[in-house]
């Protein structure tokens, strides 16, 4: 039985009888070998619906539909696909909280976090839509008698691949920018989450009145990541997920000389400095570690506290801790909701006894039941242990300390990533002088470490990324490519 949201409202944009055992190309299709998705909600384990899943020979064939099609969205004028962008943002906005709903059936996150993505994903359609009415190039110096200018054009097809941790909004600011940059998309989300991940986009684009064949949807697996890949119609990959994925993406699409996009894991340090305010610092901690059970690349994943605060603050972080509460997400009556699935849950509780073993201290936690993780915190963190140097994806908080601001900062570089960190001090200028030398993609003041306006370049350096960036001004760089054009009334002559 679907549990997915009902009302006469969300029939048209939410009815699962549109994509059930479907894939989307503009049209909703049957995939070409049959393949279904089974779509379990993590905090009943009941089936919520089921969609089609891809296999290599339907990316194959969405990705030669894409090429034919994106010329055409290409020419299209620029007011007429600032519209669409403009229809699909009303469209979400007018079915926020039955959109919100599904979210959080659908990925285990607790209903502020899925209403936050709904949020986030209508500015990311808003901001498309300004996006095709910004200036696509540049006029250049040039000699007397000669136009130079360098202009924007769109790769072409543009794949996308995205997790399932914050589904909507991963694929959508990548999808949404890269369609106003003139491209087609093909996007595969996570099939954990291919419906708030995927095919809420599509149905949101379908009913704005995007052309046919322009955007297309296919849950799938690692052999439809792979084949995306490799498709010859596609020029670039946008993915997001985790680094050991990202390294596969990366070594395929490389080969074949596609431009990729890598936004991957971290361990990502929040330093407390000893002039602290105590209590707003456990709250950014508590915060930035717990949300969304820690499945998030950004999260807090190592707290750095400084030697004279530490056991009050350990004290203060385990009585924060014991107050949260678990259960169904959907009920919106709890702070943390399950984990994704089985393994992810095994995995994290692996790290935790391995920690412990190492000389970790458990301190409140290291339980579960069901797909439910219990918050943990692990003290006296030391590098060398599991939950110092690895990125936990779990709700554990993963407190060490340190005698000096040369300490911490050292502490906080020994990391093989570099997506995001905090600095937490009553100083502004001591806490940037120390945010300066952390060797992070995005950096906070006085802040966790779990931040996104939507505005922003948003990438990390290391193994969390490959130097790129998405949103906000990065997404002229990301999702198109440069050519120089020289205009001259008549040839020259040449000495020879």
């Given at each position: 039985m679907s549990r997915l949201p009902r009302s006469e409202s969300n029939a048209a944009l939410l009815d699962e009888q549109v994509w059930e055992a479907k894939l989307f190309s503009g049209i909703w299709r049957t995939p070409m070998a049959g393949g279904r998705n089974e779509v379990i909600e993590p905090a009943t384990g009941e089936r919520l619906t089921t969609t089609g899943q891809a296999r290599a020979e339907d990316v194959a064939l969405a990705t030669a539909a894409a090429a034919a099609q994106q010329p055409a969205w290409e020419a299209m004028a620029p007011r007429q696909r600032a519209e669409i962008f403009l229809r699909a943002a009303g469209l979400l906005q007018a079915q926020a909280d039955e959109c919100a709903l599904l979210i959080a059936r659908e990925t285990g996150g607790i209903l502020p976090k899925a209403q936050h993505e709904v949020r986030e994903a209508v500015l990311f359609l808003q901001?498309?839509?300004?996006?095709?009415?910004?200036?696509?190039?540049?006029?250049?110096?040039?000699?007397?008698?000669?136009?130079?200018?360098?202009?924007?054009?769109?790769?072409?097809?543009?794949?996308?691949?995205?997790?399932?941790?914050?589904?909507?909004?991963?694929?959508?600011?990548?999808?949404?920018?890269?369609?106003?940059?003139?491209?087609?998309?093909?996007?595969?989300?996570?099939?954990?989450?291919?419906?708030?991940?995927?095919?809420?986009?599509?149905?949101?684009?379908?009913?704005?009145?995007?052309?046919?064949?322009?955007?297309?949807?296919?849950?799938?697996?690692?052999?439809?990541?792979?084949?995306?890949?490799?498709?010859?119609?596609?020029?670039?990959?946008?993915?997001?997920?985790?680094?050991?994925?990202?390294?596969?993406?990366?070594?395929?699409?490389?080969?074949?000389?596609?431009?990729?996009?890598?936004?991957?894991?971290?361990?990502?340090?929040?330093?407390?400095?000893?002039?602290?305010?105590?209590?707003?610092?456990?709250?950014?901690?508590?915060?930035?570690?717990?949300?969304?059970?820690?499945?998030?690349?950004?999260?807090?994943?190592?707290?750095?506290?400084?030697?004279?605060?530490?056991?009050?603050?350990?004290?203060?972080?385990?009585?924060?801790?014991?107050?949260?509460?678990?259960?169904?997400?959907?009920?919106?009556?709890?702070?943390?909701?399950?984990?994704?699935?089985?393994?992810?849950?095994?995995?994290?509780?692996?790290?935790?006894?391995?920690?412990?073993?190492?000389?970790?201290?458990?301190?409140?936690?290291?339980?579960?039941?069901?797909?439910?993780?219990?918050?943990?915190?692990?003290?006296?963190?030391a590098p060398g242990m599991p939950a110092f140097d690895t990125e936990m994806f779990g709700p554990v908080a993963c407190v060490a300390s340190f005698a000096s601001d040369e300490e911490a900062i050292d502490l906080a570089n020994r990391t093989e990533y570099g997506l995001a960190a905090g600095v937490i001090s009553r100083s502004v200028g001591r806490a940037m002088a120390v945010g300066a030398q952390l060797r992070a993609g995005m950096l906070h003041i006085n802040d966790q470490t779990v931040n996104d306006d939507g505005v922003n370049p948003f990438g990390g350096r290391g193994n969390s990324g490959n130097g790129g960036s998405m949103s906000g001004p990065a997404n002229w760089d990301e999702f198109t490519q440069w050519q120089w054009v020289t205009i001259k009334d008549t040839p020259p002559q040449y000495p020879f």
């Open positions: 901001l498309a839509a300004g996006q095709v009415m910004q200036p696509h190039g540049l006029v250049l110096p040039s000699n007397s008698g000669t136009l130079s200018y360098a202009r924007r054009l769109p790769h072409g097809v543009v794949g996308v691949i995205s997790p399932f941790n914050f589904p909507l909004i991963l694929s959508i600011r990548a999808v949404a920018p890269a369609l106003a940059a003139g491209n087609a998309v093909v996007l595969k989300p996570d099939p954990q989450t291919p419906i708030a991940g995927g095919f809420l986009i599509a149905r949101l684009f379908e009913l704005a009145g995007l052309p046919e064949g322009v955007l297309h949807v296919l849950p799938g697996g690692a052999d439809a990541g792979a084949a995306l890949c490799s498709d010859p119609h596609v020029r670039m990959i946008a993915f997001t997920g985790s680094t050991a994925a990202g390294r596969k993406v990366a070594e395929t699409a490389g080969r074949h000389l596609k431009k990729v996009a890598l936004e991957l894991g971290g361990k990502n340090p929040l330093i407390i400095l000893d002039d602290a305010d105590l209590e707003r610092a456990l709250s950014c901690a508590s915060w930035g570690a717990f949300l969304h059970q820690g499945q998030i690349c950004m999260a807090s994943g190592l707290i750095l506290v400084h030697e004279s605060l530490h056991e009050r603050f350990v004290e203060g972080l385990v009585e924060r801790t014991r107050r949260l509460r678990l259960g169904d997400p959907a009920s919106g009556d709890v702070e943390l909701g399950p984990m994704i699935n089985e393994n992810q849950l095994v995995r994290t509780h692996q790290l935790v006894l391995d920690s412990v073993v190492a000389g970790a201290r458990l301190q409140v936690g290291g339980q579960y039941d069901g797909l439910f993780y219990q918050p943990t915190v692990l003290s006296h963190l």
